[in-house]
């Protein structure tokens, strides 16, 4: 069964602190894997894609890394802001169909 | 707003009336999908379109679940004989793509908050 499970499942940090979130997934075949800030109320909001080829990208202070082997990711949040307060979920897309997994989030609260 | 618009934001019901969602998608985006979110979790696949074929129905979409997209733009959502357990966000999202695999973005909706009492 195709799982996505995030770590850990709420997160409070003061602001200007650094943080990271961390996801496990059970998907295959593997397409690309996808962190999306959701705020509360809304829908969810991309911040970054990643192939099985690509170890590490950024998004302003935002860095997710992807290990395929170990099938493991995870999202690097620098200097974090109030606004930085939300859910972040890991998604990955299977390949061969449009189908994404989502996982249940980590809840994130920054205090002044 | 050129975003995904969803209609309405929220909607509270009875148990065992029948409510519709509707959803506009980016205009050019030829893929358009719905998930539902319930409370403290991640959303899940109800099911997609490209174009206004229905080319992918989750387990989650039982009977009283029907969607379409009659013409390739918007969508509607439609539950019949609601349940509680119907309650949650009824998300839409749309992309533009082809083939599968890719990296096409999904841009989402705002939901609509679905409460049967």
């Known amino acids: 069964k195709n799982q996505v499970e995030q770590s850990p499942q709420s997160l409070i940090i003061l602001e200007g602190k650094n943080c990271t979130l961390q996801c496990n997934y059970t998907v295959s075949p593997f397409s690309n894997l996808r962190w999306y800030k959701q705020d509360t109320g809304r829908g969810p909001v991309s911040l970054t894609i990643?192939?099985?080829?690509?170890n590490t990208k950024s998004n302003g202070r935002y860095t997710a890394t992807l290990d395929a082997d170990t099938k493991q990711s995870s999202l690097h949040i620098t200097a974090s802001q109030l606004s930085d307060s939300a859910s972040y979920i890991c998604?990955?897309?299977?390949?061969?169909?449009?189908?994404?997994?989502f996982g249940t989030g980590t809840r994130l609260t920054i205090i002044p | 707003d050129t975003g995904v618009s969803q209609n309405p934001r929220h909607k509270i019901t009875k148990r065992g009336q029948n409510v519709t969602f509707r959803c506009d998608p980016i205009s050019e985006h030829n893929r358009l999908y719905w998930y539902r979110q319930t409370l403290g979790q991640g959303p899940e696949f109800l099911t997609y379109f490209q174009n206004e074929a229905q080319l992918e129905k989750s387990r989650l979409l039982s009977d009283r679940f029907s969607a379409e997209r009659p013409k390739g733009s918007f969508s509607t959502l439609e539950i019949q004989r609601t349940e509680q357990g119907d309650s949650a966000m009824y998300l839409c999202?749309?992309?533009f793509g082809e083939g599968t695999g890719g990296f096409y973005e999904q841009y989402f909706g705002p939901g609509t908050r679905l409460t049967v009492t």
């Open positions: 999202a749309s992309s």
């Open positions: 990643m192939t099985f080829s690509e």
């Open positions: 998604v990955v897309l299977n390949f061969g169909n449009e189908k994404l997994t």
